[in-house]
């Protein structure tokens, strides 16, 4: 794993690099790729302590390996409310989905099983010095992960650092097709534009440290 900021590492989740992201913050792992990730994730993990698994959000390639690792380490499975009952039973990700061939595919081939929540995650908790933000669009309970003091955020899907597609890098909103309210997650995003962080940090495409690349991104979308 790679250290990119104080104490925040990078995991990558498929033999792609960046193309499927996981964090460790502290000792909590943050995602989980998919249900093909638990063997990579648990190898990167090791010689470092890990308390705590959460998600920014239940959709397939971030829950996959949930249950596996949760199981594995012994450890609690935080998520955010409103995607806390989609955790423990990953039929509500198919049926929260738009209805679409690519998303049918990827739902089938990736999700993970459900797996018990342990603590339900709201706007303003911490979790390893992190401040959660309800960052809702792309799943109806999405999170961020906000550390103000260096500018440090663990933006989940609300943008991709890569086109999940052709995998070409660049800043992107997430496909339509897979985000259920394209509308509100573009106002999720404009809530993090305002932040202005320094390090950004996807589960899609590599880190950016261009607070203004970030910024005149959100700025330039259709209102
Ligand atoms: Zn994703």
Request: aromatic letters at 6%.
């Amino acid at each position: 794993m790679k250290e990119l900021a104080d104490g925040v590492w990078h995991l990558n989740t498929i033999v792609l690099p960046n193309a499927v992201n996981a964090y460790l913050l502290e000792d909590v792992l943050i995602d989980a790729g998919t249900r093909q990730s638990r063997g990579g994730i648990l190898r990167q993990l090791r010689g470092h302590d890990v308390s705590t698994h959460a998600l920014t959000h239940a959709h397939p390639d971030h829950q996959g390996s949930s249950h596996a690792v949760c199981e594995a380490l012994g450890i609690p499975f935080w998520v955010p409310e409103r995607d806390a009952d989609a955790a423990e039973n990953p039929d509500l990700i198919r049926e929260r989905q738009p209805s679409h061939p690519v998303a049918r595919f990827y739902i089938k081939i990736f999700t993970g099983p459900g797996h018990p929540v342990d603590r339900k995650l709201h706007e303003g908790d911490e979790v390893a010095g992190f401040k959660v933000l309800d960052t809702p669009g792309h799943s109806a309970g999405h999170v961020v992960f906000w550390r103000e003091s260096d500018g440090v955020l663990i933006i989940g899907d609300v943008l991709t650092n890569m086109d999940q597609l052709t995998t070409i890098p660049g800043l992107h909103e997430p496909k339509s097709y897979l985000t259920p309210d394209p509308d509100e997650n573009r106002r999720s995003a404009r809530k993090l534009a305002s932040l202005e962080p320094n390090l950004v940090l996807f589960g899609h495409g590599a880190p950016l440290r261009d607070t203004k690349k970030f910024v005149d991104f959100i700025d330039a979308l259709p209102a």
